[in-house]
């Protein structure tokens, strides 16, 4: 009897045994009786479909991340090849050091920003946390990114900048921001204009960056935070950049314990605000 009752759990673990990383699509059979066992079949199976989701994204990311960083590597080959291949003057073996350093310069930010979202990700990104007025680090961004707005014909402008505290890491947050205002800058066109600006909210602060740029459409403003995901619109616009500059600044943005939000039409702009906990006591001056 007892040999009897126990044959669904021994098919079960049977079932299991025999789904592997490569067979989660897999599942355990459920006998719809609604009993103990019918429940732990539904919850195996619930876990096997988490399991599969993780494994695909983490497929997906693996092939985008080797893709990305083949392109460079291939075009950094070539120009070495083609400058090996026969004497060359000076002025020429230097054009192919300089283009060849772009690539170098192009790889390094791509495993960076690798390294920084596998750190997010295990929950291990390290931060130094000091006390933080955000309204000069919006005008230091501003001053960084001035020449590029201007080489676009954009208008990149300070806008509100209330005097708020918080508790953050300098350069994660500075990091943070250039990406979003360089991403701003980079889909506007010519005579738009990009700006920056910073809320105090009382329990919290809002870092907005507007734009009046080419937008994005309702159903990719969340797959735009994934990594290297770029919509048809923004592959036209620009073909520089790795795609990961708004996954990194939302991992930034979360490991200060806040997160960020896009507002954004195509044709009509996009707005990203960044909500961060302020600090519980002023700033000393």
Not at 53 to 78: C, D, M, N, V, Y
């Amino acid at each position: 009897m007892a040999r009897r009752a126990l044959q669904p759990v021994v098919r079960m673990a049977d079932a299991a045994q025999r789904i592997s990383a490569e067979h989660l699509n897999q599942r355990v059979d459920e006998t719809g009786s609604g009993d103990e066992l019918d429940h732990l079949a539904k919850t195996l199976n619930q876990m096997l479909s988490r399991l599969d989701a993780a494994f695909s994204q983490i497929r997906q990311f693996s092939a985008s991340a080797s893709h990305e960083l083949q392109t460079p590597l291939t075009i950094l080959k070539g120009e070495l090849e083609v400058a090996l291949r026969s004497p060359r003057t000076p002025e020429e073996y230097q054009a192919a050091l300089t283009s060849s350093l772009e690539e170098v310069d192009r790889i390094a930010q791509l495993v960076e920003g690798l390294l920084l979202l596998s750190r997010a990700e295990a929950g291990v990104l390290k931060m130094d946390r000091q006390p933080l007025e955000l309204a000069p680090l919006l005008e230091d961004v501003c001053s960084r990114l001035k020449f590029l707005a201007d080489s676009h014909s954009i208008e990149l402008q300070l806008g509100l900048a209330d005097s708020v505290s918080i508790l953050g890491d300098r350069e994660h947050l500075r990091r943070l921001l250039l990406n979003l205002a360089d991403n701003a800058i980079k889909y506007t066109e010519a005579g738009g204009v990009v700006t920056l600006s910073v809320r105090n909210l009382g329990y919290r602060t809002c870092i907005q960056v507007q734009d009046t740029g080419i937008g994005i459409c309702a159903e990719e403003l969340e797959k735009v935070f994934q990594p290297f995901y770029r919509s048809g619109e923004a592959r036209s616009k620009a073909s520089e950049g790795t795609g990961l500059g708004l996954c990194i600044a939302r991992s930034i943005a979360v490991a200060h314990g806040g997160g960020i939000e896009l507002e954004s039409k195509p044709g009509e702009g996009s707005t990203f605000r960044v909500f961060l906990p302020v600090a519980a006591s002023p700033i000393p001056s």
